[in-house]
């Protein structure tokens, strides 16, 4: 199979959801094609990052992630991240929005990671290809971090074309 996803929250049945939608019921996303993974775990909090360690630790790497909650404090933990190790980390965050995202603790934190870090409120839409072998991430504005990349231990390093970037 080339394909595959994997819904890892919420786990409950549609019965016992909420009247009203909170963070944490948010969908947890991963997906995978070939040998590339992508993580979209919506606005899920540190509470839903525990559980989903405790489940599958083994099994969160992902290529890409689209990190929790618009960059909240209270969302990528470390350990969510170290399990994760991302090799590239969006962020969804509206140019300054009230709530101050994204945090800049998180941020400390991403940039630690060794992850590359685009932003929409900076980098403007951001577009990820792949064919399962190679990503390629471009950017509505000129993507600010494609030239300084550092690779995730888990991955080769990229080859860089023009405004675009393939991995």
Wanted: proline share 5%; net charge negative.
């Amino acid at each position: 199979m080339k394909y595959r996803e994997n819904f890892l929250w919420p786990e409950i049945s549609p019965a016992n959801a909420a009247a009203t939608a909170k963070n944490n019921d948010s969908l947890v996303l991963r997906l995978k094609y070939r040998n590339k993974t992508l993580l979209l775990p919506g606005d899920a909090e540190k509470q839903v990052e525990h559980a989903i360690l405790e489940e599958n630790r083994a099994d969160l790497h992902a290529d890409v992630l689209k990190v929790g909650h618009h960059g909240s404090k209270n969302s990528t933990t470390q350990e969510f991240l170290d399990a994760v190790a991302p090799r590239v980390a969006i962020i969804s965050s509206g140019e300054d929005n009230p709530y101050g995202h994204p945090s800049p603790e998180l941020l400390e934190r991403l940039q630690a990671s060794g992850a590359r870090v685009l932003r929409t409120d900076r980098d403007g839409a951001v577009h990820i290809v792949t064919d399962g072998e190679r990503l390629e991430v471009s950017c509505f504005v000129a993507c600010a971090e494609l030239a300084t990349v550092t690779t995730s231990k888990r991955t080769e390093a990229p080859d860089q074309e023009q405004n675009n970037q393939q991995q």
